[in-house]
């Protein structure tokens, strides 16, 4: 079976710190694994998946196979950037469904 | 820039009745896929169609959930009976079908049902 972890229902830090969103994820085949974001009263929207190995909006995210973990980084957390955060796995097999983690709100004050 | 679309955006409804979603997803998405939301929780998946045949409905209550999507372009997600646990977030999401697995999953604002 598989599992996807976000350990921290809310985390809150200042304008211009770093910000770390832990996600871990367990299934014993080779997943794939996304970062998506809902802005308030937004829908929710991709940020970044591992295959592409982009920086959106400052963001990265290295996935760990030994730590089975995709966590989400960012140096310089901005206002703008407060929002939910889910973590989701896609088993990388014929079907396309996604298994979410129960998400982080991240509030950046001022 | 399209979205997928999905109607109506609040329900409110009582234990017992029928109710009705409707998703509209991007053009030219071949798959397309209902989540529930339960508040607290991330989306989980009831049911994933791949044109107008269902691929995926493990997790749907078939005793009282059901979901069609006849040419494969628009589809419904009715419960009926409605009860009160089924009170959540209704996501619609379309992605296109690519050779190799699937494209990015796109969603709607979504419909939220409160069963009173």
């Known amino acids: 079976a598989q599992r996807v972890t976000q350990p921290e229902k809310l985390l809150s830090v200042f304008k211009g710190a770093p910000v770390e969103l832990k996600c871990n994820y367990s299934?014993?085949?080779?997943?794939?694994l996304f970062w998506y974001v809902q802005y308030s009263r937004q829908r929710l929207q991709l940020l970044l998946r591992?295959?592409s190995r982009e920086s959106i909006k400052g963001f990265t995210a290295d996935l760990n196979k030994g730590e089975t973990s995709f966590h989400l980084k960012k140096p310089f957390a901005q206002e703008e950037d407060s929002a939910m955060y889910y973590c989701a796995l896609n088993r990388g097999s014929t079907l396309g469904r996604l298994y979410f983690g129960r998400g982080t709100q991240l509030t950046v004050w001022p | 820039e399209a979205e997928v679309a999905q109607s109506p955006r609040y329900k409110i409804t009582e234990k017992s009745q029928a109710v009705a979603f409707w998703c509209d997803p991007i053009?030219?998405?071949?798959?397309l896929y209902w989540y529930r939301q339960i508040l607290g929780q991330g989306p989980e998946l009831l049911v994933q169609?791949?044109?107008?045949?269902?691929?995926?409905d493990s997790q749907l209550p078939k005793d009282r959930f059901s979901a069609e999507r006849l040419k494969g372009v628009d589809s419904t997600l009715k419960i009926q009976p409605a009860e009160l646990g089924d009170s959540a977030m209704y996501l619609c999401?379309?992605?296109?079908?690519?050779?190799?697995?699937?494209?990015?999953?796109?969603f709607g604002p979504g419909t939220r049902l409160t069963v009173l």
């Open positions: 299934y014993s085949g080779s997943p794939e």
């Open positions: 053009s030219g998405h071949a798959t």
């Open positions: 591992h295959i």
């Open positions: 169609f791949q044109d107008e045949s269902v691929v995926d």
């Open positions: 999401a379309s992605s296109r079908r690519l050779a190799g697995g699937y494209d990015t999953q796109y």
